[in-house]
């Protein structure tokens, strides 16, 4: 229904609410109240996987974490695209080095590599080669203009580039996204 633009941290709540209300399933205003964790709540952060699978799971949704590292970038794509198919929207990890100046869209290495982040995935456009993605952490300034859906798109390379993931992650979770059965 809306693109909530988050503060400095809840990503991974900001996510949640968008597709648990693509289910039908929404049921706070503020994300926030999300969090299935005190800790979580109060720093904002999902210190695992697990966090952002056990609030889908509180909700309703039947979710879990897995790692597509195996395959290639092909595979990694047509696995995509194929859930899509499925209308169901998709929660992924992702290193996070957008910087959104007043003059457009930077992106930093240091801060990608540093930086983990957690958005979705709603749609795609073969003919650009592009998704459409939810990343609450877009001002609204910036949000791409005559998408379907999401508030940003970004190139199939940029984010198979994104979501290898920040540094701490790739030796045990690069590429990870949560499959979701309602």
């Known amino acids: ?16 609410k968008a597709v648990l209300e693509a289910f039908g399933k929404g049921v706070h205003k503020d994300p926030r109240e999300y969090h299935v964790s005190f800790l979580n709540k109060m720093t904002g952060v999902m210190f695992r996987l697990q966090d952002l699978v056990n609030v889908f799971k509180k909700y309703g949704l039947n979710t879990k974490a897995v790692c597509a590292k ?16 499925k209308n169901i929207p998709i ?26 982040h957690f958005i979705s995935i709603w749609g795609y456009d073969d003919e650009e080669e592009v998704f459409y993605l939810y990343d609450s952490c ?5 949000y791409s203009k005559n998408v379907p859906i999401g508030n940003i798109k970004r190139t199939y390379k940029d984010f198979l580039r994104d979501w290898k993931g920040p ?12 499959e979701i059965e309602n």
Request: charged content about 25%; some cysteine.
């Open 138 to 142: 877009v001002p609204k300034t910036h």
């Open 167 to 178: 540094i701490y992650s790739r030796g045990y979770r690069p590429y990870t996204y949560f």
């Open 1 to 16: 229904r809306e693109y909530l633009k988050q503060g400095k941290m809840h990503c991974g709540v900001y996510t949640a």
């Open 70 to 85: 195996d395959l290639d970038d092909v595979q990694k794509l047509r696995l995509l695209k194929e859930i899509l198919l």
């Open 91 to 116: 929660p992924v990890t992702v290193g996070n080095g957008y910087i959104y100046t007043k003059n457009g869209i930077k992106f930093n290495k240091l801060k990608y590599l540093l930086v983990g």
